[in-house]
């Protein structure tokens, strides 16, 4: 027999369950969770560029007051150009990944809202069926029981009804936050694209500035005698430099502070004379020697080769050896120098690019950089020496005989 306090208290303790329909917010909007850990690097590796960009805005600026200092000025003008050149890249990058996650959240964007209009549209016909029995649905149900077992029956299905009704509207609760969520990710990563293309265009402006600046400069140390006469004396001042890092490499590497480990028995590269491969392909424009500039009358000794070439362009280890020096040198621009053991050297000047760190061991034909004009007076070009217990001594007989473009 069903009581009527049994009834009440089976009511009153459904009534929680019965009472979740009410309105659906129906303002859902777009969709992506972060991808912040896919560009943290990038991020990064942009304000350590920026933070080099403004160390070497300062030294610019001390460099400049020493007019004097013609190879100085084209050194901090040129370190400023591949800095600038890096964070382009750099953002670059940067808009590229952003732009590849924009794809991937509009996706789910489109995504979620199918999710979501499909759960509505359950809950919708859910609401409409619950609507035409009546407002009190679960009441009539309970009412209708023959006895106590059926009553507790009815009661337990109901119970399970309404929770599947609330489990349905708390999905489409969160389907909404999700879309909304969605929607704030698109909108902030979309304005971070737009910021990253402001600076990219910003940085593109200011690189065609300081290039025209470098072109000017060197128009000047070409055209005027005093210029060009400086520029013997700090060339001469360079080269004395080159020779003193050289001595200090080598005692540095007979003392094995360097790192990076040579063959064991050394590399051989005495052996490998008259075979060694060219750096790069291009045409020699100075060969190794005394070179005389028949304009103002100057002479100035050349430690090796230099070599024009396509800027970008291949340059290549000729022979095994251990990058010792990576770095820029005034005159020389960015370079590298190779030791190839029993006090054999290779440099590799004026590079607009580096791919390799001190310390790395290289392979004969391995790409260590690319051509360039850093600190060149003439260009684009490569600039190769060999030296031998830092002393330079002629390229020309240790290089195989294929011919270059």
């Not at 291009?282 to 050349?302: A, E, Y």
Request: proline share 3%; aromatic share 6%; hydrophobic share 40%.
């Amino acid at each position: 027999m069903v009581t009527p306090r049994l009834l009440v208290a089976l009511v009153a303790a459904l009534a929680p369950f019965l009472a979740f329909a009410q309105e659906i917010d129906e303002s859902g909007v777009p969709a992506e969770t972060g991808y912040e850990t896919r560009i943290e690097e990038e991020t990064k590796e942009l304000e350590r560029v920026r933070g080099e960009l403004e160390r070497a805005r300062k030294e610019a600026t001390t460099v400049a007051k020493r007019e004097n200092q013609v190879l100085q000025q084209l050194n901090s003008l040129d370190a400023d150009l591949a800095l600038k050149e890096r964070l382009l890249a750099g953002l670059t990058r940067k808009e590229d990944r952003l732009r590849s996650d924009l794809a991937v959240t509009r996706a789910r964007v489109e995504r979620e809202r199918a999710q979501l209009e499909e759960r509505r549209g359950v809950l919708r016909r859910r609401l409409r069926n619950i609507y035409m029995v009546g407002e009190q649905p679960g009441l009539q149900a309970l009412l209708g029981a023959t006895s106590a077992v059926d009553l507790v029956r009815r009661f337990d299905w109901l119970l399970l009804v309404a929770a599947q009704d609330r489990h349905l509207y708390d999905d489409v609760q969160e389907s909404v936050r999700r879309v909304r969520d969605a929607e704030a990710e698109l909108a902030r990563k979309m304005e971070e694209v737009a910021m990253v293309r402001a600076e990219s265009e910003g940085e593109k402006g200011e690189l065609v500035l300081k290039r025209d600046e470098r072109h000017a400069f060197l128009t000047s140390v070409r055209s005027e005698k005093s210029k060009k006469q400086r520029v013997v004396s700090e060339l001469e001042e360079s080269a004395k430099q080159l020779q003193h890092l050289l001595e200090d490499l080598e005692e540095r590497a007979k003392a094995s502070t360097l790192g990076g480990e040579l063959p064991a028995g050394g590399t051989g590269f005495a052996a490998a004379k008259g075979k060694l491969p060219w750096p790069t392909s291009g045409k020699v424009t100075r060969w190794f020697g005394v070179q005389k500039d028949k304009r103002f009358g100057t002479s100035t000794f050349n430690g090796g080769i230099d070599i024009a070439a396509d800027r970008e362009a291949n340059v290549i280890a000729v022979h095994t050896g251990r990058a010792d020096y990576v770095n820029w040198l005034p005159g020389y621009g960015q370079c590298i120098i190779l030791n190839h053991g029993d006090g054999f050297y290779t440099l590799y000047a004026h590079t607009s690019a580096v791919f390799v760190t001190p310390g790395d061991v290289v392979r004969a034909g391995d790409v260590i950089a690319s051509v360039g004009d850093t600190g060149s007076l003439l260009g684009d070009v490569l600039h190769f020496e060999i030296r031998k217990d830092a002393e330079p001594i002629n390229p020309a007989p240790w290089l195989g005989s294929t011919k270059l473009d």
